[in-house]
């Protein structure tokens, strides 16, 4: 339940625009979105303040209000944070996992094969998304935990297609279970290097290009899974270009 009308569509526009619905470069407009959540200008004012301070949206005097695209650089940088956070994630799991939500973590892996196996990337993508929150369940660092979800709706707008993400289901299990193993048998280093590793790896092509070229990872509403270069979105103008 929400606490207040700013609340509710903070909420909401973050939403959007983790999902896509709200695409990276996108004009955001206060007229617009207080008729379409049904609210006065102010709520909507103080909900992109706070996402302003968050780095979902950037507000540009004179200029506008606009959905933030990440660089192929800058998408690199949180891919090299979320990189060591999911590390330390794995190492904190081997300290304080017991038996029962070893049971648990069992069973989710075990859940996520079949998708693979049959190329279900619907099915593969909630067990990915359940894999992962089973670790920071166990984890049990909240703060750990929030800075990491943070990261993930900054990188989540910039996916793969569905025929490109299918062809990694295998593999991509195949690396949880290296994990799981290195976890259960309390192998701190190769379960904090294999979390490490799943993760850059996913931001690999971002990593690669980033130094070579200034665009934007490209857009793609349909799929999460690895950022890839292809084409530059809208830019939103400059600080220099709006004083």
Same mark, same amino acid.
């Given at each position: ?42 709520? &909507? ?92 369940? &166990? ?12 990261? #993930? ?64 990872? &490209? ?8 950022? #890839? ?6 830019? &939103? ?7």
């Amino acid at each position: 339940m929400f606490i207040s009308a700013t609340d509710r569509v903070r909420s909401e526009i973050e939403a959007r625009i983790v999902n896509g619905t709200m695409p990276p470069g996108a004009s955001l407009d206060e007229s617009q979105l207080s008729e379409l959540f049904s609210v006065s200008r102010t709520p &909507v004012r103080e909900a992109l303040l706070q996402l302003a301070t968050l780095g979902f949206v950037r507000i540009i005097p004179r200029s506008g209000i606009f959905v933030v695209p990440l660089s192929a650089r800058e998408l690199a940088s949180l891919f090299e944070v979320l990189a060591q956070m999911e590390s330390l994630a794995a190492k904190l799991v081997i300290h304080r996992i017991n038996e029962e939500q070893i049971n648990m973590l069992r069973k989710v892996h075990a859940g996520g094969k079949a998708a693979a196996q049959s190329g279900d990337v619907e099915a593969f993508i909630e067990y990915n998304k359940a894999f992962h929150e089973a670790l920071y369940y &166990v984890c049990s660092n909240s703060f750990l935990v929030e800075q990491i979800l943070h990261v #993930r709706k900054r990188i989540n707008p910039y996916r793969t297609r569905k025929a490109d993400y299918a062809k990694h289901l295998l593999e991509a299990w195949s690396e949880h279970d290296e994990l799981l193993d290195a976890i259960l048998s309390k192998d701190e280093a190769t379960a904090m290097s294999l979390a490490s590793r799943h993760v850059l790896k996913s931001g690999n092509d971002v990593a690669e290009l980033g130094g070579a070229m200034g665009g934007h990872a &490209v857009f793609d509403t349909e799929y999460s899974g690895m950022p #890839r270069m292809s084409i530059e979105l809208p830019r &939103v103008p400059s600080r220099r270009h709006a004083a």
